[in-house]
């Protein structure tokens, strides 16, 4: 099967800026995550989707970022404006169904550069 | 909420050697602690877990051990390969809690040939 498609995967914008990155889950995966991986930790999980209702937002810096998944299905992650500390690695992540005991299969990331 | 703290940070081993790492966890409600494994410029990927009504499990050459009452649980792998070296993550969650992992640090294990 195909796996987690994520785009662009680098970019480079200059603080202040606002950024888009877009993930495609593995067809039929309810769930889909985004994580933000900062050089040298590892991932912070900022929201959690079940089709296309926001199951946790906790951790996601809403001043800021925004995601959406209208139809369940892609998703885009959006920062704006961008800050020098939000420079990352942005994972998605989809799994089956919500449950820890689902694996989460992740995309290749978005490196994200704020210079 | 929960926090993960994996150790070391970096491990260099020979090939053949045996390599461990660790990982305690605050959240004594956690159940569940996947492992995953990321090789440089890659993708995480899950090599093995541990559900909290076992206290080990294998696969082949890597094993997970949990302790439940000391809450850690560590990661072992056994006659260490050249392609064993990447970033290893531990992480945990509740079942039934949604899926929300939280990641330790990580653990950058270096193979020597």
């Known amino acids: 099967e195909a796996g987690v498609a994520q785009s662009p995967r680098y970019k480079i914008i200059e603080k202040r800026q606002s950024v888009a990155f877009w993930c495609n889950p593995i067809?039929?995966?309810?769930?889909l995550y985004w994580y933000q991986q900062i050089l040298g930790q590892g991932p912070k999980l900022l929201i959690q989707?079940?089709?296309?209702?926001?199951?946790?937002d906790s951790q996601l810096p809403k001043d800021r970022f925004s995601a959406e998944r209208l139809k369940g299905v892609d998703s885009t992650l959006k920062i704006q404006p961008a800050k020098l500390e939000d420079s990352a690695v942005y994972l998605c992540?989809?799994?089956?169904?919500?449950?820890?005991?689902?694996?989460?299969?992740f995309g290749p990331g978005t490196r994200l550069t704020v210079t | 909420g929960e926090n993960v703290e994996q150790h070391p940070s970096t491990l260099s081993v020979q090939e053949g050697d045996s390599a461990v790492i660790k990982c305690t966890y605050s959240?004594?409600?956690?159940?569940?602690f996947p492992w995953y494994k990321q090789e440089l410029g890659k993708r995480p990927q899950l090599i093995i877990d541990?559900?909290?009504?076992?206290g080990e499990k294998k696969d082949q050459r890597i094993a997970v051990t949990l302790n439940k009452t000391a809450k850690h649980f560590s990661l072992h792998i056994t006659e260490t390969q050249p392609e064993d070296s990447a970033v290893y993550f531990c992480?945990?969650?509740?079942?039934?809690?949604?899926?929300?992992?939280?990641f330790g640090g990580g653990t950058r294990l270096m193979v020597k040939p």
């Open positions: 067809s039929g995966h309810a769930t």
């Open positions: 989707f079940q089709n296309n209702g926001v199951v946790d």
């Open positions: 959240d004594s409600a956690s159940n569940y």
């Open positions: 541990i559900r909290s009504n076992v």
């Open positions: 992480a945990a969650s509740q079942e039934n809690a949604g899926n929300m992992l939280t």
């Open positions: 992540a989809s799994s089956l169904v919500t449950g820890p005991t689902y694996e989460q299969y």
